[in-house]
């Protein structure tokens, strides 16, 4: 076929003005708004159309030039098997087989997720840092808050054998502790933040998280405004403790959840790097640094029945996480909600970023969201949504009196009693007649088909909860 046929064919140009009369046209006089313009669970409009903005700036990120990346960002393998035997394997098989990161998820945090490393398993610790010390990788911990002392114990054996080569994210976040009713409380935090931070490993050591709430049935914007207000309360704690805000933005990373809605979540991880700049400025900070974003695809988009389709679910999460800026991405087995993830499973989690990598090319754009008119609109109204949402938990007394006033867990479940049923496809639609039996590990501790997060949120995750 000769490609000039479509030259000559060609179409004439048209205006904004000009596509809407032909669209109301072509609706036969429904109306416009009702039929084609839709809404975000926050209540944002997103419209069939937009225009490019020619104008728009690029958001900056962390991981250009990460050497151990190369220039990628981190792609975060779950080291989560109580079985320890089974899990250095496992980690070993991640690391030379594409991931650049671990996570050392403990039982009983934020995105255990009902699997987990016990409390006595730190003496793991050891052998993990003498890995660390022969081949560079990033390490970030999920540990619950009430077991705050393993961040110790974890800088103290990198440092023995000098395990320094890639970033170390301690992950202290008191706060989600808070919201899921277990221990929680900011004694003596501050003391050992600077313990962690005296030990100069690059990374981070406090986690503003917005996972927790986004799993419980929060929209974006409201996820959005409880990482803001956990990143505040930690500036405030911070800064009595003699620490500049300078310093407090280099040790705090961000962490969202990334689900299937692919613009809803580029435009959230942009918007919290806006949100995250706003701050620095509110500070009196000249030069803004971008924060470190951690991204971590959604527990409650998960299915149990028909897991396969979770893998699409997956790619879309981890493609929206990449254009948006997520530094580092951690993608949860789709079988996750079933058991502990067999090879296979985990063998595909890890796939669905190294193709996006390596065959995709996805990492070689810094920020190509930017200027796409639909993205850089439902970017500025989640940014604007959310800081409206973060000034109002500011104003009756910060993130830890709204958990405590239960203005948090009224926010949730009045989002999630919003949010409209919606199909999904392999699970109410077009469901399997017969479902095929999956292989995993072992059962997850939380065996109920629906888990509660007590006594704060109250709210029902919704992994396999549509199932």
């Known amino acids: 076929m000769d490609a000039s046929i479509l030259t000559e064919a060609g179409f004439q140009p048209i205006d904004e003005a000009g596509w809407r009369q032909l669209a109301e046209k072509a609706l036969k006089g429904a109306d416009f708004d009702a039929t084609l313009v839709s809404q975000s669970d926050d209540g944002l409009p997103i419209r069939p159309i937009y225009t490019r903005r020619v104008d728009a700036e690029p958001l900056a990120h962390n991981h250009a030039g990460t050497p151990h990346a190369g220039d990628a960002w981190t792609v975060n393998q779950r ?18 087989n594409g991931a650049t990161g671990i996570a050392l998820v403990f039982a009983g945090s934020a995105s255990a997720h009902g699997a987990g490393l016990t409390a006595g398993d730190e003496t793991a610790f050891r052998k993990t ?34 395990a320094r080569r890639a970033p170390v994210h301690f992950g202290l976040d008191p706060f989600s502790a808070a919201l899921a009713g277990t221990a929680s409380g900011t004694t003596d935090l501050a003391a050992l933040v600077k313990e962690l931070a005296g030990f100069g490993f690059s990374g981070t050591v406090l986690n503003a998280d917005g996972r927790l709430v986004h799993n419980a049935g929060a929209g974006e914007a409201l996820e959005l405004a409880v990482a ?31 689900d299937q809605d692919q613009f ?16 620095q400025a509110a500070c009196g900070i000249a030069e803004p640094k971008p924060a470190h974003l951690h991204a971590e695809t959604s527990w409650r988009m998960l299915t149990r029945l028909d897991p396969e389709t979770n ?23 789709h079988t996750l909600a079933l058991g502990v993830p067999d090879p296979l499973a985990r063998r595909i989690a890890r796939n669905t970023q190294v193709v996006l990598i390596t065959e995709s090319n996805l990492a070689h754009v810094a920020d190509p969201a930017a200027g796409a008119g639909g ?15 973060f000034a109002g938990i500011e104003r009756d007394g910060g993130l830890s009196a709204a958990i405590a006033s239960g ?19 392999g699970t109410t639609l077009f469901p399997l007649k017969t479902e095929r039996p999956f292989t995993v590990l072992g059962p997850l501790a939380e065996a109920a088909a629906k888990t509660r997060l007590t006594p704060v949120l109250l709210a029902d995750l919704t992994a396999g909860a549509a199932a």
């Open 407 to 425: 203005k948090i867990k009224a926010l949730v479940e009045t989002a999630r009693a919003d949010r409209k049923a919606k199909p999904i496809v």
């Open 228 to 258: 803001a207000a956990a990143l505040a309360e930690i500036l405030r704690l911070l800064d009595t403790a003699g620490m500049a805000p300078e310093t407090t933005f280099a040790l705090t990373g961000l962490s969202l959840a990334a």
């Open 129 to 162: 840092a003498a890995s660390r010390a022969a081949a560079a990788f990033s390490l970030r911990l999920e540990a619950p808050h009430a077991d705050r002392a393993l961040a110790g114990t974890l800088a103290r054996a990198l440092d023995a054998a000098d």
């Open 311 to 333: 893998i699409l679910r997956n790619t879309i999460a981890v493609f929206s996480a990449g254009t948006g800026g997520a530094d580092e991405i951690t993608v949860l087995p």
């Open 79 to 96: 080291r989560d098997d109580a079985d320890l035997v089974r899990a250095r394997a496992q980690m070993a098989d991640d690391l030379e």
């Open 264 to 279: 809803l979540t580029t435009a959230k991880l942009r918007a919290a790097r806006r949100i995250h700049a706003r701050m």
């Open 375 to 389: 993205i850089e609109a439902l970017t500025d109204a989640l940014a604007e949504k959310a800081w409206e949402t």
